[in-house]
């Protein structure tokens, strides 16, 4: 039974993926037949990320009353129903309105599922699980490039996913017993007061370190998405590089992401969580100095796997080491505002690198990452330091 929740785990993390690259890899065939500016898809991106993180903050409340299982079932439907109506929709105004579920389904499943596999799996799982994560958005792209490419438009693209998505709500609701099992089980030998009371934002922030580890997963999600968005434009337009050859090559940061989370899933059996994130770091570190010397478009490439594979074990490490840091009772209210901080990240950051390549230059782009890095590691080692001054007393 054990072994039976972990793969529908699995398979709830590659449909966590599905669809959050299909409005970049559709949008280019959306906006024309929608007849709106090619900047529009930020609305849409901006109306998910306020859905998410609001479910995010909302995700203690929603776990503790529901419990993990069936906040997975429902979440996973409330993305189906969303990607449905996204699959029928017509017009902009449409696709804001599908975007209000959209969101707020996909930040509650994520909070509870990361909260749960910190409690009841080891560090591996959850560099494993985050590894399908980047299956799941590697595949969103080729579904939708499927219907394209067959004549069948980007509704049906998104079609594909919902159903895909609808399964999986069927198999999650199916395997609700065994998730309260587990959740009995645990239960048994976690003897915490405060169990039953859903901390609020403001407890949240007063417990030691938990402002630290909020500023942490905010510089860390905007590092990546900052990348992520940017590495293809300070390709072409610094390094002089093809456009084309430039996208291939930023391919390679979420490669690089998803297969260093596969091999940290195997480090994590030599080294801790903190280890791990330290060494994530300076990689990251690492591949920022190569983008900064001034050599051949070969060395850039080398510098942007480089800091995809130290992405790779920062974020599932700092989740699964959450409860050993705050303690079972209090880590999902901790994820949920994690996550909240992490979204909040994405939304800001990449758009204000934008503002500084169009007024200064694209030239800083390696510069900007490294004072995010900056920040994340004197926020992270201020983490380490509170939190263990705090099971000393």
Not at 12 to 22: E, K, M, Q, R, T
Not at 147 to 152: D, I, M, V, Y
Not at 189 to 196: A, E, I, K, P, V
Request: proline share 4%; with cysteine.
């Amino acid at each position: 039974m054990f072994q039976l929740l972990l793969t529908i785990i699995y398979l709830a993390f590659i449909s966590l993926g599905l669809p959050d690259s299909l409005l970049g890899s559709a949008w280019p065939v959306m906006y024309q037949e929608l007849n709106v500016s090619v900047s529009y898809a930020g609305g849409i991106s901006m109306i998910i990320a306020l859905g998410t993180i609001i479910s995010s903050l909302l995700s203690d409340r929603l776990t503790r009353k529901f419990g993990t299982g069936l906040v997975t079932a429902i979440s996973v439907l409330m993305t189906a129903a969303a990607l449905f109506g996204f699959s029928l929709s017509h017009s902009f105004l449409l696709l804001c309105i599908w975007a209000i579920p959209y969101g707020l389904g996909a930040g509650s499943v994520d909070a509870s599922l990361n909260n749960y596999v910190a409690l009841h799996y080891a560090s591996r799982h959850m560099s494993w699980l985050h590894c399908m994560w980047g299956i799941g958005a590697s595949l969103g792209p080729y579904i939708m490039g499927f219907a394209l490419t067959n004549g069948q438009g980007w509704n049906i693209g998104y079609r594909y996913i919902a159903i895909l998505q609808i399964v999986l709500t069927c198999v999650l609701l199916l395997s609700l017993p065994l998730w309260q099992k587990r959740t009995l089980k645990a239960s048994d030998t976690d003897h915490t007061s405060d169990t039953d009371k859903p901390l609020s934002l403001g407890a949240i922030l007063k417990i030691p370190g938990a402002k630290e580890v909020m500023i942490t997963f905010f510089c860390y999600c905007a590092l990546e998405q900052t990348a992520g968005l940017w590495i293809s434009s300070y390709l072409v337009l610094h390094k002089n590089l093809p456009t084309e050859t430039a996208a291939s090559f930023a391919g390679w940061f979420f490669i690089g992401i998803t297969i260093g989370r596969a091999l940290s899933g195997f480090l994590t059996m030599k080294l801790n969580d903190t280890q791990m994130v330290r060494l994530g770091q300076s990689i990251i570190l690492a591949g920022c100095l190569v983008l900064l010397l001034p050599l051949g478009s070969e060395i850039s490439f080398v510098g942007l796997v480089l800091i995809g594979l130290g992405c790779a074990p920062i974020y599932p490490c700092i989740i699964h080491s959450t409860p050993a840091h705050f303690g079972a009772d209090k880590s999902q209210a901790i994820i949920g505002v994690q996550m909240a901080f992490a979204y909040i990240g994405t939304c800001l950051m990449p758009p204000l690198f934008g503002l500084i390549a169009n007024h200064i230059s694209i030239t800083l782009f390696p510069i900007y990452l490294l004072l995010i890095l900056i920040l994340m590691f004197i926020m992270h080692e201020a983490l380490l330091k509170k939190c263990t001054n705090r099971r000393i007393l």
